[in-house]
């Protein structure tokens, strides 16, 4: 798949991925590969966290070429986890998802192409075990409409702040403190001291993780030692006092 803002860019695990000519940046890091960054960053993380849970309301921000989502499912099947997964993703390029009937994934989502199919001719996909629901549309629009304290997990994977500003204020994270559960875990890629201020600023307890070679950031509702070593934010704040938090403009 090609078209006029994102061209095709395979990836060192063999999965392809995209790489943005608007915002000028790829939608997942080719050195890692875009399914095993999905499942080293976010998934094995929150469901390392929520461990034997039954259902898990997952908010994937944003949804891109659904990497996210899919590789969550993949997980779900490769690992015979009994789990019922409710998804919900907002996502502002319409036509990018209605393009991934035709985008080449990779062999590990053959058996889900029927799920994929029906995302992309109409934004949902349910069964017994699975619900999917893509937004088309403005992110913080869009979450405002969603049910408070109803997450279990988030994975907070917009493009970087440079281009969405507006997905990692602090603002914004108060408005992901309202969905969150209090057995909440929130993951990302970012580990920007401003970015891990704006999370804590909006009360959430921030941790660093290491799943691989790359650090990542997980945010949690209530303090916990389950994943990651814990941050002290006030204690960076007194170390770097240049440093803030992103605030809505």
Request: a neutral charge; one cysteine or more; proline letters at 2%.
């Amino acid at each position: 798949m090609q078209d006029n803002q994102n061209s095709v860019v395979a990836t060192k695990d063999g999965s392809n991925t995209l790489f943005s000519k608007l915002y000028n940046q790829h939608y997942h890091n080719p050195d890692d590969g875009a399914i095993n960054e999905a499942l080293t960053k976010h998934i094995i993380p929150a469901f390392t966290y929520h461990q034997n849970k039954k259902e898990l309301t997952i908010l994937d921000i944003c949804f891109g070429i659904g990497y996210n989502t899919f590789s969550t499912i993949y997980y779900v099947i490769k690992n015979n986890l009994d789990v019922k997964l409710n998804f919900y993703s907002p996502e502002l390029d319409g036509n990018l998802v209605k393009s991934l009937e035709n985008f080449e994934f990779p062999k590990e989502f053959e058996d889900i192409r029927d799920i994929i199919k029906s995302i992309a001719k109409d934004n949902k996909y349910e069964d017994e075990k699975i619900k999917i629901e893509v937004f088309i549309g403005d992110a913080r629009k869009y979450i405002k409409t969603l049910k408070e304290n109803s997450f279990d997990i988030v994975f907070q994977d917009a493009f970087s702040s440079e281009v969405n500003f507006e997905l990692w204020t602090k603002e914004y994270f108060d408005d992901i403190y309202k969905l969150a559960k209090d057995n909440f875990i929130m993951s990302s890629y970012a580990v920007a001291t401003p970015i891990r201020l704006s999370m804590y600023e909006a009360k959430f307890f921030i941790y660093q993780h290491i799943p691989t070679k790359r650090k990542i950031t997980i945010a949690t509702k209530t303090k916990q030692n389950i994943i990651g070593k814990y941050i002290d934010m006030e204690l960076k704040k007194q170390r770097n006092q240049e440093a803030s938090a992103l605030y809505d403009k």
